[in-house]
Every structure is written in structure tokens, then in C-alpha cells.
């Protein structure tokens, strides 16, 4: 298949370090994942006997300069079948890259389903931090091993004839996390390294836990999703409640309402306070607006989705 496609690799459930394919991260707590895929031409070679699967993949988008063939990349993915595990096993080479590597695994383990994902690369590919001899906080390259790693599981529970829920936990760890908030201004404000600052992947250590009760009772067309988010590095947290009702047979209305808390400033309740530049010197200088968000608190919304 050729053309603009959206191929997610990986088992994690909120955090997913080997989907590799696709250039951003998708946003843990959408119940809708909207990014629109790339462009890739992917071949599909099974080997029915064995019940495995490879799949090797030209990426056609790199970067956003990627108008040549210099630029292509390529991917390769197998899965591959033994009794009730499934094993994934990925790589991906790009130009000028150190190539980046992955495994992920799922299997049910009595009455619980256990997912675990890893993915690596030989050295650091974006920049890290540290604090320099000037006391600012300062990039640098690693040359050692960088990962990213999640593991959890979940358990479904069939409490009436004819309902049930599902309870999941998840842990989320990674070589480059930050354990110190305060470099979270310089990831957002450093020109030099744009895009640096990554919501969700900023700490070290997460962990999350989340309940989904479908179609409770009478409420036939009602789902019901509770998570929580929690980073352990700085210990900051957020809490979230979905409902999803079907209204019609293509039409769903989405609500939502969230809540931060823990420790103030850390990844789940920072502000931003950039106060005004002036810029010039009179009388030709000018002013630059600065911007102020508070803390967030709470957070609710709402939405309409139809199924084309």
C-alpha cells in the first residue's frame, strides 16, 4: 500500500516510545487518535504457517525537507506468534541518524492481559540537559544508550450478566526525563532546539491507571473512561473523566472534565508568565505583549464526532 497512512506500532496504552512512524506523539488521554498518518509505502508479507507477520516500510516523510531521495527512510517491523504471546520486534534507519530499535510484547497472564514495550537508540538523537558551569541549564549529546520503556496490564471484570469494565494500570520510564521542573521553561524556550518540550514524556518516571466501564446498566450507548496521570519525578498529577454518548447511529456527543494537582509547578499544573520586551530604542522602539496563563485547575469540554 502506498500513500498517506496511519500504521501505529506498540502495545502502550498512554505512552508508546516505538511508534516510530509517525512524527508526533499522539496525546495520551484522546479517546480519538486524529493525527492523519504520513506518507509511506508499506509491504505486508505474512507467513500464514506460523501465524507471523513482517512488514518492511519506505517512509516517504522524514522531515519537513524531505523532497528527495536522500531523505526516504525505511522501516521494518515483524510480529511474530508463540502459543498466546505476541512478540513485535521494529528498527528504523533515517539519514543521518543513529537508527532507533524497538520490542514490545502482550499476553495474557491468567485473568489479567500484560503489555510491555521498550525502544532505544545507540545515542541521543535530541538534546539533553544539565545545568553548566554558569548555573543555566545547558544541551548537550549523550554518546551512551537512550530508552524508553512502559509496561502494565489490565483486567476485565464482568460484574452483571451482561456488563462488564476494565480496570489498567501503566508505568512509563526513560533514560532522558527530567527530574527537576525547572528545566521545563528552558525546553519551551530554547529557539536554538525548537520542539523539545514534549507533554507527557518531560519526567523521568509515570505511572497511570485508568477504568472503563462500557454501557453501564440501562445506559446502552453511554461509555464511561476515568485516568489518571501521575509524574512521579516532579509529582504532579492529572485526573480525567470522559463520557461518550451516541446520539445517533453515526453521531456521538464527547464531554470531558479533568482536574490538575500535586506540586506546583511541575508538569501537570505549570503556568506561563512571559513578561512584556521591549525591543528598539526610542523612539523607534516597540513593545512585545508578553503572555500569562494561569495554573491550570480544571478543565471541561465538549465535542461532536461523526462517524463517516
Given at each position: 500500500?502506498?500513500?498517506?497512512?496511519?500504521?501505529?506500532?506498540?502495545?502502550?496504552?498512554?505512552?508508546?516510545?516505538?511508534?516510530?512512524?509517525?512524527?508526533?506523539t499522539?496525546?495520551?488521554?484522546?479517546?480519538?487518535?486524529?493525527?492523519?498518518?504520513?506518507?509511506?509505502?508499506?509491504?505486508?508479507?505474512?507467513?500464514?504457517?506460523?501465524?507471523?507477520?513482517?512488514?518492511?516500510?519506505?517512509?516517504?516523510?522524514?522531515?519537513?525537507?524531505?523532497?528527495?531521495?536522500?531523505?526516504?527512510?525505511?522501516?521494518?517491523?515483524?510480529?511474530?506468534?508463540?502459543?498466546?504471546?505476541?512478540?513485535?520486534?521494529?528498527?528504523?534507519?533515517?539519514?543521518?541518524?543513529?537508527?532507533?530499535?524497538?520490542?514490545?510484547?502482550?499476553?495474557p497472564?491468567g485473568?489479567?492481559?500484560?503489555?510491555?514495550?521498550?525502544?532505544?537508540?545507540p545515542?541521543?538523537?535530541?538534546?539533553?540537559?544539565?545545568v553548566?558551569?554558569?548555573g543555566?541549564?545547558?544541551p548537550?549529546?549523550?554518546?551512551?544508550?537512550?530508552?524508553?520503556?512502559?509496561?502494565?496490564?489490565?483486567?476485565?471484570?464482568?460484574?452483571s450478566?451482561?456488563?462488564?469494565?476494565?480496570?489498567?494500570?501503566?508505568?512509563?520510564?526513560?533514560?532522558?526525563?527530567?527530574?527537576?521542573?525547572?528545566?521545563?521553561?528552558?525546553?519551551?524556550?530554547n529557539?536554538?532546539?525548537?520542539?523539545?518540550?514534549?507533554?507527557?514524556?518531560?519526567?523521568?518516571?509515570?505511572?497511570?491507571?485508568?477504568?472503563?466501564?462500557?454501557?453501564?446498566?440501562?445506559?446502552?450507548?453511554?461509555?464511561?473512561?476515568?485516568?489518571?496521570?501521575?509524574?512521579?519525578?516532579?509529582?504532579?498529577?492529572?485526573?480525567?473523566?470522559?463520557?461518550?454518548?451516541?446520539?445517533?447511529?453515526?453521531?456521538?456527543?464527547?464531554?470531558f472534565?479533568?482536574?490538575?494537582?500535586?506540586?506546583?509547578?511541575?508538569?501537570?499544573?505549570?503556568?506561563?508568565?512571559v513578561?512584556?520586551?521591549?525591543?528598539?530604542?526610542?523612539?523607534?522602539?516597540?513593545?512585545?505583549?508578553?503572555?500569562?496563563?494561569?495554573?491550570p485547575?480544571?478543565?471541561?469540554?465538549?465535542?461532536?464526532?461523526?462517524?463517516?
Amino acid at each position: 500500500t502506498a500513500g498517506r497512512q496511519h500504521v501505529k506500532w506498540g502495545t502502550g496504552r498512554f505512552w508508546n516510545p516505538t511508534d516510530y512512524l509517525h512524527p508526533q506523539t499522539r496525546d495520551p488521554l484522546a479517546v480519538f487518535d486524529d493525527r492523519i498518518g504520513v506518507n509511506l509505502v508499506k509491504f505486508h508479507i505474512p507467513w500464514e504457517k506460523k501465524g507471523w507477520n513482517f512488514y518492511p516500510v519506505a517512509l516517504l516523510e522524514t522531515n519537513p525537507q524531505s523532497d528527495t531521495l536522500e531523505e526516504i527512510g525505511g522501516a521494518f517491523r515483524a510480529e511474530m506468534l508463540f502459543g498466546s504471546t505476541e512478540v513485535g520486534l521494529d528498527a528504523l534507519g533515517l539519514r543521518h541518524d543513529w537508527g532507533r530499535f524497538g520490542a514490545d510484547v502482550s499476553l495474557p497472564l491468567g485473568p489479567f492481559d500484560v503489555h510491555g514495550e521498550i525502544g532505544w537508540t545507540p545515542a541521543s538523537e535530541v538534546p539533553l540537559w544539565r545545568v553548566g558551569p554558569t548555573g543555566s541549564y545547558d544541551p548537550y549529546f549523550s554518546q551512551e544508550c537512550q530508552y524508553q520503556a512502559v509496561g502494565g496490564f489490565s483486567w476485565d471484570w464482568k460484574y452483571s450478566d451482561s456488563d462488564t469494565l476494565t480496570l489498567g494500570l501503566e508505568a512509563f520510564t526513560q533514560s532522558g526525563g527530567h527530574e527537576d521542573p525547572a528545566y521545563y521553561d528552558d525546553l519551551q524556550a530554547n529557539l536554538a532546539y525548537p520542539n523539545q518540550y514534549r507533554p507527557f514524556y518531560l519526567g523521568k518516571n509515570y505511572i497511570s491507571a485508568f477504568l472503563f466501564v462500557p454501557n453501564p446498566g440501562g445506559w446502552d450507548h453511554t461509555n464511561f473512561i476515568f485516568s489518571s496521570l501521575v509524574n512521579l519525578s516532579d509529582e504532579s498529577a492529572l485526573s480525567r473523566l470522559d463520557i461518550n454518548q451516541r446520539v445517533l447511529t453515526h453521531l456521538q456527543v464527547e464531554m470531558f472534565v479533568s482536574g490538575h494537582y500535586g506540586t506546583l509547578g511541575g508538569e501537570f499544573r505549570r503556568g506561563v508568565d512571559v513578561p512584556d520586551t521591549v525591543l528598539g530604542v526610542p523612539p523607534a522602539s516597540f513593545t512585545v505583549p508578553g503572555l500569562h496563563i494561569p495554573v491550570p485547575l480544571v478543565e471541561a469540554g465538549m465535542a461532536l464526532r461523526i462517524n463517516i
